[in-house]
Nanobody, 114 residues
């Protein structure tokens, strides 16, 4: 059974940085895409960043140049480095993993104060 556990969410001032981590278990992590989505109050869940098994990544336009996704296949972990945070980045961030279907973590709250 696939399990994803996020950590690293916090309250931070605008312009600050945070690093989110996701620990995965229960699947062949290295063979599949994984990434981060977020959902702000009253809005739909949206893709933030995805990295495939080969290491290629895609980012939402709103975070390009500020966020960096990475993965460590040996440790079954993925991270999201978030710099120059803005109040509009405030959301619950979910780790995502694809293995014949989508799997989601429980979410971690990121709040950016202006």
């Amino acid at each position: 059974q696939v399990q994803l556990v996020e950590s690293g969410g916090a309250l931070v001032q605008a312009g600050g940085s945070l690093r989110l981590s996701c620990a995965a278990s229960g699947s062949r992590f290295s063979n599949n895409a994984m990434g981060w989505y977020r959902q702000a109050p009253g809005k739909q869940r949206e893709m933030v960043a995805i990295v495939n098994s080969g290491g290629s990544s895609n980012y939402a336009d709103s975070v390009k140049g500020r966020f960096t996704i990475s993965r460590d296949n040996a440790k079954n972990t993925a991270s999201l480095q978030m710099n120059s945070l803005k109040p509009e980045d405030t959301a619950v961030y979910y780790c995502y993993f694809w293995d014949l279907r989508a799997y989601w973590g429980q979410g971690t709250q990121v709040t950016v104060a202006s």
